[in-house]
């Protein structure tokens, strides 16, 4: 006779489920390949604090005398609350356990991985509330209307206040994030270079490719607000993040023939330096993806495999 309190799901070990969960959340998300984790420390439950410390700038003098004058140098301390909060919990009925096998729990941590980069996705790209006027291109009163003729302007404007600002450097790449609708007009742009052509140039994973020297990623996360899509921009310098998946656990059900699967996933952003964020409000119902060509009008795109298709683009934050 089996123990009716021992889990009988045996491909669910929650200590496998962490590490592998925790593997994959660390590849192909949108977002987390434009941020920095450098001061994610150890977390463990919600509103536990990092503390980020910011140093001064130095300021160089030209010498006019043999008396040098020193400069007392403050740095600044902020905080990243870990202030979100997410869990995953499903049952697991044991008919189930005829299919339990490594393929299936590959299968639903896949299905827990894509849920929580929807969310984190979503959470990091409202951030740009935190982006300057200046470094905004379009305004709420008057969004940018975009197409394929006047896209390429646009993303050099984008690209124009990020340097403006000094947030690029030698060694940084800034990063812009779009949507499948902005895609479609940015694939008809002849300034636009799709992955396939940038070399032996390296781009972020998942990348389709470069415009107005900024690397481009693809999400369905970047969703219309109010008609309004907000189109980020930046370099890694901007936002800190960090995260844990705190826990994982099974337990069987006292009420059916069934285990039970949760998990916890704590997760926090700030926005340490504004200067490198940039953003484009753009009109929504102004940019929608515009209508495939018949088949005696159909030209190769930049970005396309010559047949008039696309090469590489991105659901719900997943290259595909």
């Given at each position: 006779?089996?123990?009716?309190?021992?889990?009988?799901?045996?491909?669910?070990?929650?200590?496998?489920?962490?590490?592998?969960?925790?593997?994959?959340?660390?590849?192909?998300?949108?977002?987390?390949?434009?941020?920095?984790?450098?001061?994610?420390?150890?977390?463990?439950?919600?509103?536990?604090?990092?503390?980020?410390?910011?140093?001064?700038?130095?300021?160089?003098?030209?010498?006019?005398?043999?008396?040098?004058?020193?400069?007392?140098?403050?740095?600044?301390?902020?905080?990243?609350?870990?202030?979100?909060?997410?869990?995953?919990?499903?049952?697991?009925?044991?008919?189930?356990?005829?299919?339990?096998?490594?393929?299936?729990?590959?299968?639903?941590?896949?299905?827990?991985?894509?849920?929580?980069?929807?969310?984190?996705?979503?959470?990091?790209?409202?951030?740009?509330?935190?982006?300057?006027?200046?470094?905004?291109?379009?305004?709420?009163?008057?969004?940018?209307?975009?197409?394929?003729?006047?896209?390429?302007?646009?993303?050099?404007?984008?690209?124009?206040?990020?340097?403006?600002?000094?947030?690029?450097?030698?060694?940084?790449?800034?990063?812009?994030?779009?949507?499948?609708?902005?895609?479609?007009?940015?694939?008809?742009?002849?300034?636009?270079?799709?992955?396939?052509?940038?070399?032996?140039?390296?781009?972020?994973?998942?990348?389709i490719g470069r415009i107005a020297g900024m690397d481009v990623l693809v999400s369905t996360n970047l969703t219309d607000v109010d008609d309004k899509y907000y189109v980020l921009a930046g370099t890694n310098d901007a936002i800190t993040f960090a995260s844990q998946l705190a826990k994982i656990?099974?337990?069987?059900?006292?009420?059916?023939?069934?285990?039970?699967?949760?998990?916890?996933?704590?997760?926090?952003?700030?926005?340490?330096?504004?200067?490198?964020?940039?953003?484009?409000?753009?009109?929504?119902?102004?940019?929608?993806?515009?209508?495939?060509?018949?088949?005696?009008?159909?030209?190769?795109?930049?970005?396309?495999?010559?047949?008039?298709?696309?090469?590489?683009?991105?659901?719900?934050?997943?290259?595909?």
């Amino acid at each position: 006779m089996t123990d009716s309190n021992k889990s009988t799901y045996s491909a669910f070990i929650p200590q496998v489920w962490s590490q592998k969960l925790n593997q994959m959340l660390d590849k192909n998300c949108v977002m987390l390949q434009c941020v920095n984790r450098n001061w994610e420390g150890e977390i463990k439950n919600q509103g536990d604090t990092v503390k980020i410390i910011t140093p001064a700038d130095v300021t160089v003098s030209t010498l006019t005398s043999d008396n040098i004058e020193y400069s007392a140098l403050t740095p600044t301390s902020q905080d990243l609350v870990i202030d979100q909060k997410k869990f995953f919990a499903f049952k697991i009925d044991d008919v189930a356990q005829v299919q339990a096998n490594s393929d299936i729990m590959e299968a639903h941590l896949t299905n827990a991985k894509k849920a929580i980069e929807e969310v984190q996705d979503s959470f990091l790209l409202s951030l740009h509330t935190d982006v300057t006027e200046a470094n905004t291109v379009g305004s709420e009163e008057s969004p940018i209307t975009l197409n394929k003729n006047t896209i390429y302007e646009q993303f050099v404007k984008l690209s124009l206040a990020l340097k403006n600002s000094d947030a690029v450097y030698s060694g940084v790449k800034p990063w812009v994030v779009i949507n499948p609708n902005i895609e479609a007009y940015l694939l008809q742009s002849p300034e636009f270079i799709s992955a396939y052509k940038v070399g032996d140039q390296t781009l972020r994973e998942g990348s389709i490719g470069r415009i107005a020297g900024m690397d481009v990623l693809v999400s369905t996360n970047l969703t219309d607000v109010d008609d309004k899509y907000y189109v980020l921009a930046g370099t890694n310098d901007a936002i800190t993040f960090a995260s844990q998946l705190a826990k994982i656990e099974s337990l069987r059900d006292k009420d059916s023939f069934s285990d039970l699967v949760r998990g916890l996933y704590l997760y926090g952003a700030k926005t340490v330096q504004p200067k490198a964020l940039a953003k484009m409000i753009v009109a929504a119902s102004e940019t929608v993806a515009p209508a495939a060509p018949s088949e005696g009008e159909k030209d190769p795109v930049e970005g396309g495999n010559g047949d008039g298709t696309e090469t590489g683009t991105e659901t719900g934050g997943e290259t595909v």
